[in-house]
């Protein structure tokens, strides 16, 4: 017990330390939790002063047989005229010990043999995952029957085989925890630092874990009791000890006489385990909300930078473009109460045959507000202000707080539509490239499958795929990442859309593919004049191809207008830090800027 | 894909020989003197030794585990020594009513859990609260305490179902139906809340993926993406999930047969247990083993045919 303890609490630094105690602080102030740990700590005095507190000793027999509580016994009395508190009182050190081992076994399996499969792999790996499919594959409870058969009823013997049984969950939780900490690189930094194995493990991976390995071992502890509980109520556990579950047994045959002498052991069986079940949750939400909020923190940045004079968009008449955000304003509401402000008061537009580049560092709200455009933002987004028009139609109007989703889902994919950013994983895996393709054409343009197979062969040839055939019936993970960003354009363009969203169509991609596939880009626009917007962090993605460019930084846009203007000459400090910063030594913009005599640039 | 399901049934019978040696070591290895607690304390120590030699419990243990396991390959696994009956037959005259059970419990999880599953992460809100305190409640309370309620209310003081079952092979089916209708709720319940629970993560997990909102932009309707795509990219974590709820309502059986008083495996499991009736144990957890194994080969093939890696190549 104290060996595996020792290991879970190497105090892992100082940011350790500082989060456990913020950890424990919200676990406190979560209602639940704070009547976890008060019904876990009522558990533990009954069970440390079960001498001083029942009034009986709990295995005397008396006359008085199934009496109701009174005045002496407080709770009644059993079939054989034992006092029911006093059982109950006693009968918490037989449950808290069963939790106790069955938990401490299953932790000193599952922990170090997770850390030895996730640290070093191998043949160890395979080994221990192979024993680990075949304990989970045994139902337990056969499990327990067979070692009860074998050894008799022996509290002790059956929770160590159970702690090994359950093991696996700790195995699995701890292997994939320390593989995927093995491979950051601060674990790569440690190694070459010289720093031991044993010291990256208790240092770097153990501070990860620990955290999931107590809510594990809270809800190991549950089941452990329901599982010794019920032995004992099939009447496999020793019969002379004062436990709940012989107690439940010992009530279920008077169940017709007295079903009251069954509540109470069963009501205390249930409570403890549901105090261990909720102090799992609620840690678990103490985690996850401390994830959270550091995930708002990165973020909502501080709104110190300056409001510069933003270019007014809405002052230009609505029905002059084709799509047109104004004063879009989405906010997120956070654990704590309150919201955060993504995208701040941003206008833009864009009309048919150009290209509007939005430009900003990651977390700057650019894709917030085109994922706004699609009606597409996650369930928990709030359009707070502002209106989207779309070829004279309002789909979105937070005035009248409406986001028109029918009006939405008719222009997606048929008007407007989407390149993502990451090529694989926006490919459904389970299916054909080609049904992906032929399915949005069949719904949308109502034509038959066979003319969407053709259109699809098309379409790939016209993205520049040379064997159109193959990859029309190749499944997603068969294609390279090239490949599946010329399919997902493919897909954007198949319906004849008036408007393509592109976030950051090129950012996972190779840099001579980042080339082709704006080519891929600009060539389908010249044919098809569709109205472009394109998402970068990358300002010569806008060099290239766009005609005008919104520049965003935390929500809002500090810079609009024609490209070859803000380029030129931008006026807003962090265009010029994001140009510089990209325009080091490259010698031919700035020598065409000299020979255009417009100047200004350093 | 061939190969792949050859692979995983070698390694289920391998899984299968490996625990039937283990537990045949654990057995005979651990329990006292077997002979003796056979003939009981009044017998003679010439009756026990002449019953240890007839049982071959002389026999060194490895002689005796090699013959054990030539047996099971032509399938016997020898006789209970209190009631003399074969195992095999033991075990076929009790599976029917276990196996009907179970397979009921388990398609009643798969529906219920399903539904409410999906339907709490599509929907979010109150029905994923209730969700959320089902698995909370579900997790609480030991099977046999929801058995113990039930039979208190349903059968004790509203009497519409019997407490005690009284079904046998030539009962009427609306016999087997009333007797087993509260044994099954009491099996599913606790299972159908943290199945739910599981299926609603699953997901959940899916709907966050990038693809789903390509699939959105490109004017799929929501039911088709829900119910083409998510619902079949999480079937694998499902199906994982309730092979897992199978293997549990297994032990699951074992209580509630013992609490309702039906004949079936579970019950006989829990009466070998307490006899010590070794061959009887050893029988029960093989015929567990193995429909474990049938039952994980077919979820690792369904789960190979879902993952075009798997069928394609």
Redesign the interface.
């Known amino acids: 017990m104290t060996q595996t303890l020792e290991i879970t609490d190497i105090p892992v630094g100082q940011t350790g330390t500082v989060k456990r105690a913020s950890v424990i602080g919200r676990l406190l102030r979560n209602p639940m939790g704070l009547a976890a740990v008060a019904v876990l700590l009522l558990i533990v005095v009954c069970a440390l002063f079960a001498g001083w507190l029942a009034p009986f000793d709990p295995t005397r027999a008396t006359n008085t047989v199934l009496s109701s509580p009174n005045g002496t016994h407080l709770l009644g009395t059993d079939s054989t005229g034992r006092d029911i508190l006093s059982r109950l009182l006693y009968g918490s050190r037989g449950t808290l010990l069963s939790a106790v081992i069955a938990a401490v076994v299953a932790i000193g399996i599952g922990l170090p043999a997770g850390l030895v499969a996730g640290y070093y792999g191998r043949w160890f790996d395979n080994l221990s995952s192979?024993a680990t499919?075949?304990l989970?594959?045994?139902?337990?409870?056969?499990?327990l029957?067979?070692?009860?058969?074998?050894?008799g009823p022996n509290v002790y013997v059956t929770m160590v085989v159970f702690g090994v049984m359950v093991s696996p969950g700790f195995f699995r939780l701890v292997r994939t925890a320390t593989q995927s900490v093995r491979g950051e690189l601060y674990v790569d930094a440690a190694r070459v630092a010289g720093l031991s194995d044993v010291r990256i493990i208790g240092r770097h991976i153990l501070g990860v874990v620990r955290a999931p390995v107590i809510i594990q071992a809270a809800?190991v502890c549950?089941i452990a009791?329901?599982f010794q509980?019920?032995l004992e109520?099939?009447?496999?556990g020793d019969p002379t000890a004062a436990t709940w579950g012989v107690m439940?047994n010992d009530g279920?045959r008077t169940?017709?006489r007295a079903?009251l002498t069954?509540l109470w052991p069963?009501a205390a069986?249930?409570l403890t385990?549901?105090g261990f079940?909720?102090f799992a949750?609620a840690l678990r939400d103490a985690l996850e909300d401390q994830v959270k909020t550091k995930e708002k923190r990165k973020a909502a940045q501080p709104k110190t930078v300056s409001t510069a004079p933003v270019p007014d968009v809405a002052a230009v008449p609505a029905t002059e473009h084709l799509l047109e955000v104004r004063d879009l304003r989405i906010q997120y509401p956070q654990p704590g109460g309150g919201r955060t402000t993504v995208v701040d008061g941003v206008s833009w537009f864009v009309d048919r045959d150009e290209v509007l580049g939005i430009v900003g560092e990651s977390g700057s709200g650019k894709s917030q507000s085109v994922?706004a455009v699609?009606g597409?933002l996650p369930?928990n987004a709030i359009v707070a202000n502002g209106q989207i028009i779309f070829d004279g139609v309002s789909t979105v109007d937070a005035s009248t707080s409406r986001i028109d989703q029918s009006a939405l889902?008719a222009l997606?994919?048929?008007r407007i539509?989407?390149i993502?950013q990451?090529p694989m994983?926006?490919?459904?895996?389970?299916?054909t490239i080609g049904s992906q393709l032929v399915?949005?054409m069949t719904?949308?343009l109502g034509i038959s499958k066979a003319e969407g197979e053709k259109r699809a062969l098309d379409l790939l040839a016209s993205v520049g795929i040379k064997d159109p055939r193959r990859t029309y019936s190749s499944?997603p993970?068969?294609v390279s990442g090239g490949m599946a960003q010329r399919v997902?354009i493919a897909?954007a363009i198949s319906?004849e859309p008036d408007v393509i969203i592109a976030d950051e169509p090129t950012s996972a991609l190779d840099v001579t593919v980042q080339a082709e596939v704006l080519d891929v880009i600009r060539d389908l626009q010249t044919e098809l004049h569709q109205g472009i917007i394109l998402v970068t962090h990358n300002f010569g993605v806008v060099a290239d191809i766009c005609d005008r460019v919104a520049v965003m930084q935390n929500g809002r846009i500090v810079e609009q207008g024609d490209v070859r203007t803000i380029l030129r000459n931008p006026s807003h400090e962090y265009t010029q830090m994001l140009l510089e910063s990209m325009l080091v030594g490259k010698k031919p913009l700035t020598r065409l800027m000299s020979d255009s005599a417009t100047g200004g640039m350093k | 894909m061939l190969t792949f399901i050859g692979k995983r049934l070698a390694?289920g019978v391998v899984?299968l020989v490996?625990?039937a040696c283990l537990?045949f070591v654990?057995?005979f290895t651990?329990?006292g003197n077997i002979a003796r607690n056979i003939m009981g304390d009044q017998a003679s120590e010439e009756s026990v030794a002449a019953k240890a030699h007839e049982l071959g419990l002389d026999r060194p243990l490895l002689a005796r585990l090699g013959s054990w396991l030539w047996d099971a390959v032509h399938l016997q696994f020898g006789k209970s020594y209190f009631s003399e009956q074969q195992v095999v037959s033991a075990m076929v005259s009790r599976l029917p009513l276990t196996l009907s059970m179970v397979f009921v419990a388990i398609v009643l999880t798969a529906l219920i859990a399903t539904l409410l599953g999906v339907t709490a992460a599509v929907k979010?809100g109150v029905v994923d609260r209730v969700v959320q305190v089902m698995a909370?409640?579900g997790?609480?309370?030991?099977?046999?305490?929801i058995g113990?309620?039930l039979?208190?209310v349903f059968a004790?003081n509203l009497r519409w179902f019997p407490a005690v079952s009284k079904i046998g092979p030539t009962s009427k089916p609306s016999v087997w139906v009333a007797s087993l209708t509260l044994p099954v709720i009491a099996l599913v319940l606790n299972g159908i809340a943290s199945a739910t629970q599981q299926i609603r993560s699953a997901f959940i997990k899916q709907l966050e993926?990038?693809?789903v909102?390509?699939?959105?932009?490109?004017?799929?309707?929501?039911r088709e993406v829900l119910f083409r795509?998510v619902l079949?990219?999480a079937a694998p974590a499902g199906l994982t999930v309730l092979s897992?709820h199978f293997?549990?309502l297994?032990?699951?059986v074992?209580?509630i047969e013992?609490?309702f008083a039906l004949p079936g495996l579970g019950r006989l499991?829990?009466d070998?247990?307490?006899q010590?009736?070794?061959p009887l144990?050893m029988g029960?957890?093989i015929y567990?083993?193995a429909i474990?194994?049938v039952v994980?080969l077919f979820v690792d093939i369904a789960n190979g045919w879902?993952?075009?890696?798997v069928r394609?190549s």
Not at chain 1, 233 to 236: K, N, Q
Not at chain 2, 306 to 309: A, D, R, S, V
């Open positions: 192979w499919n075949i989970m594959a045994l139902p337990t409870m056969i499990v029957l067979a070692v009860r058969a074998a050894v809800m549950g009791i329901s509980s019920a109520f099939l009447g496999l439940v279920f169940i017709f079903p069954l069963s069986i249930s385990i549901g079940v909720l949750n994922f699609l597409l369930d889902a997606r994919g048929r539509s989407y993502p990451e994983s926006n490919l459904d895996p389970s299916f399915r949005p719904r949308l499944y993970h068969q997902l897909g319906c | 390694s899984a490996v625990v537990t654990l057995l651990t329990s979010r909370v409640l997790a609480s309370i030991p099977g046999f305490i113990i309620v039979v208190l004790i993926l990038d693809y909102r390509t699939l959105r932009s490109r004017g799929i309707p929501e795509h079949r990219a897992l293997i549990g297994l032990g699951g074992v209580i013992t609490l499991a829990v070998a247990t307490t010590s009736d070794l144990v029960v957890v567990t083993v474990v194994v994980n879902l993952n075009p890696k394609v």
